[in-house]
Nanobody, 124 residues
Framework: QVQLVESGGGLVQAGGSLRLSCAAS????????MGWFRQAPGKEREFVAA????????SYADSVKGRFTISKDNAKNAMYLQMNSLKPEDTAVYYC?????????????????WGQGTQVTVSS
C-alpha cells in the first residue's frame, strides 16, 4: 500500500504563497486518485482539492477555487498543492490522501490512505 508524506507547510503572511508536496512511496501516484484536505483547530476536516488517477480531472472547494492548484508529477511520484493569495482562514493542518478509484472525491472517508499532515499558518 502507498505511504504518503506531506511537506512544504510553514508560516506566511496574508497574500503570500506556499507549495505543499505529498511524496508517495511503495506505490506510484499514477495508481491513485488523490486529494488534499485541511483541518483547523476545533473544526472538522474539510475538502480542499482532488485530482483523478491520470491527472486529467481536478476539483476544488469553492473557498479555494482560483487560488489553489492541485497537480501530480508521476516522474517524481508526488502530488502538489500550489497555494496563492493565502488568507488567514486558510490556516490549518493540510493532509494528502489517496484512493484506488479513478476519480477524486470531496468526501474524506472516500480515501483509504493518509499522510501525517503539515501545518500552514497564514498571518494577517
Amino acid at each position: 500500500q502507498v505511504q504518503l508524506v506531506e511537506s512544504g507547510g510553514g508560516l506566511v503572511q496574508a497574500g503570500g504563497s506556499l507549495r505543499l508536496s505529498c511524496a508517495a512511496s511503495r506505490r506510484t501516484v499514477s495508481d491513485y486518485a488523490m486529494g488534499w484536505f485541511r483541518q483547523a483547530p476545533g473544526k472538522e476536516r474539510e475538502f480542499v482539492a482532488a485530482i483523478s488517477r491520470n491527472g486529467g480531472s481536478t476539483s476544488y472547494a469553492d473557498s479555494v477555487k482560483g487560488r489553489f492548484t492541485i497537480s501530480k508529477d508521476n516522474a517524481k511520484n508526488a502530488m502538489y498543492l500550489q497555494m496563492n493569495s493565502l488568507k488567514p482562514e486558510d490556516t490549518a493542518v493540510y493532509y494528502c490522501a489517496a484512493r484506488t478509484a479513478f476519480g477524486g472525491s470531496s468526501v474524506f472517508n472516500g480515501y483509504a490512505y493518509w499522510g501525517q499532515g503539515t501545518q500552514v499558518t497564514v498571518s494577517s
